[in-house]
């Protein structure tokens, strides 16, 4: 019988022509304002009569006047108590029937209810805080974006048009180490976007009052990656297995971040799918070959050390390679090349450091590292901010 009541309950009866997300809001204050002013006449109560002694404490009930005994009485005494229970029982009842007639009946008895979720304080609080900014390159341009919104026309089950926010990520492969998943694979999407819960104020307030939710200012963030040179890096990869991380030397910016096996944002949108790239433990996609793994120097360092000869004035040096491999020291094992004797083009012929370079040529660059010592490669380190471990 409640619950029909509740059913046929017009709120705008009550409340007049308030909007109608303010009815179970107003409703729900109303509650906890009833609920402190009984915790403070409690209090009041015990602070009050904590000491305080009834004068017929020491007389015996049969003693007493039949007039006062009856006074002193269970029932007489609780008959105040009994009233406020009912009126308190009542309403609380009537805010969680309310509540129950908001959340599960009202979409579908009173059609003012189906337009509330495009304008209910509510929901966009939860929007706006959920909302991400849009990834733009280094260029900022709308147009290139890495990660953006767009409205996507769609239509519900009675054919109604509607509308709703897609998230768009044209570059999900070339970009996907970096934007990240839902799940393991975090990235720019889960750290630049984190969800605020900093806010104190009760939202029932906030509804009542219909104070809109603050904005969140300089919510897009600018990269510094360029959109072009990463399609570039990532088309180089294409069939190979490695990454390319491209730099600017003069102030430290990120360029471009490229690595292969990579896999599609939209291959990774539930569990299951995440799991599956997960087990392809030949190609491990999900991991980035640019920031997850690790490497020995390698070949990279024959820049350093081709530095460090144009730093000593030994660029002109002409070095040659052996078949046999280079050995720096009596005993020691040989330094060969890729193929275990001399690196093509050139072979075993006299090399110049531009050659050398060219052929990435391990006999020429550890021939120099032996002809620069070990001050001037420790000088060079510290220039470039590598310290020398003792």
């Not at 969140?216 to 990869?237: G, H, I, M, S």
């Not at 550890?366 to 220039?383: H, K």
Request: proline share 5%.
């Amino acid at each position: 019988m409640f619950v029909n009541i509740i059913l046929q309950f017009n709120p705008s009866q009550f409340f007049g022509n308030a909007p109608l997300e303010r009815y179970p809001a107003a409703l729900s204050l109303i509650y906890l304002g009833g609920m402190a002013f009984v915790a403070f006449l409690l209090l009041l109560f015990v602070i009050f009569n904590r000491k305080r002694k009834s004068p017929f404490a020491a007389e015996s009930d049969a003693d007493l006047p039949d007039e006062v005994r009856k006074r002193l009485g269970s029932r007489s005494a609780n008959r105040a108590l009994w009233i406020f229970r009912f009126v308190f029982v009542a309403c609380a009842l009537a805010i969680f029937g309310f509540h129950t007639y908001w959340a599960m009946y009202a979409a579908q008895k009173d059609p003012r209810f189906q337009v509330l979720s495009k304008r209910d304080i509510r929901v966009k609080r939860a929007g706006v805080s959920n909302l991400r900014g849009w990834i733009l390159d280094r260029s900022g341009d709308l147009n290139t974006a890495f990660a953006f919104w767009r409205i996507e026309k769609t239509k519900d089950e009675k054919g109604r048009e509607d509308e709703k926010l897609v998230r768009e990520m044209p570059m999900d492969r070339e970009m996907a180490h970096l934007l990240g998943t839902n799940f393991g694979t975090l990235g720019l999407e889960s750290s630049l976007f984190k969800h605020k819960t900093d806010d104190p104020t009760p939202e029932a307030i906030d509804v009542v009052a219909q104070t809109q939710p603050k904005k969140d200012e300089a919510k897009d963030v600018r990269l510094t990656l360029d959109r072009d040179l990463q399609k570039f890096a990532y088309e180089q990869l294409k069939d190979k297995r490695g990454a390319i991380v491209v730099l600017n030397p003069q102030n430290g910016e990120v360029l471009a971040i490229a690595s292969n096996p990579t896999f599609s944002l939209s291959e990774a949108k539930t569990l299951d799918q995440y799991r599956a790239l997960e087990e392809n433990i030949k190609d491990k996609p999900l991991i980035s070959r640019a920031m997850g793994e690790y490497y020995v120097p390698g070949s990279t360092f024959k820049t350093f050390t081709m530095m460090a000869a144009f730093r000593a004035g030994r660029q002109n040096e002409i070095l040659t390679s052996s078949g046999g491999g280079y050995v720096p020291y009596k005993n020691s094992r040989a330094i060969t090349d890729a193929n275990g004797g001399c690196e093509p083009p050139y072979g075993c012929a006299p090399l110049d450091i531009g050659q050398a370079f060219e052929a990435s040529s391990n006999q020429f660059f550890s021939q120099m590292a032996v002809v620069l010592e070990r001050n001037r490669l420790r000088e060079t380190a510290q220039l470039l901010g590598i310290d020398a471990v003792e």
